[in-house]
């Protein structure tokens, strides 16, 4: 099975690091995807969400304010200004985080759209 290694790290820390089957990033020109074997590249990225598919076919999402992705045929490196990953064990610790995450994008973005795309991926996660 092809795989990625994917890392995001802040200033106050590794947010997540593993294997992953693809990623989704929020790039400064919009979305973009990377599967194993990508073409080396390095982005700057926006606020919004990173879509990270693990290799269970499971996903978990991360809430980014800003950074850079930095990715090559086998890795991806994310480094993020502030960074909230959206999930937990119950309800509350789930709701936390997606408040969490609507603050942080909320908080350093200067674009409408980009809150406004990022703001509904999240609630829809809520949702989901």
Same mark, same amino acid.
């Given at each position: ?7 995001i790290v802040t200033p106050e820390g590794q947010i997540f ?49 800003w950074g850079h992705a930095k990715v090559d045929e086998s #890795?991806?490196?994310?480094? %993020? ?7 937990? /064990? =119950?309800?509350? &610790? *789930? @709701? #936390?985080?997606?408040?969490? %995450? ?7 973005? /200067? =674009?409408?759209? &980009? *809150? @406004? ?12």
């Amino acid at each position: 099975m092809d795989i990625l290694k994917l890392e995001i790290v802040t200033p106050e820390g590794q947010i997540f690091s593993d294997d992953i089957k693809n990623v989704t990033l929020p790039g400064a020109e919009g979305e973009f995807g990377v599967y194993p074997g990508h073409a080396s590249l390095v982005s700057l990225l926006q606020a919004g969400v990173i879509d990270i598919e693990l290799t269970t076919g499971k996903h978990e999402i991360v809430a980014v304010n800003w950074g850079h992705a930095k990715v090559d045929e086998s #890795s991806v490196t994310v480094l %993020a200004d502030g960074a909230v990953a959206i999930g937990g /064990d =119950s309800e509350s &610790a *789930i @709701a #936390s985080s997606l408040n969490s %995450a609507k603050k942080l994008i909320e908080s350093m973005s /200067d =674009s409408d759209v &980009a *809150i @406004a795309t990022a703001r509904a991926k999240i609630e829809s996660i809520a949702r989901g």
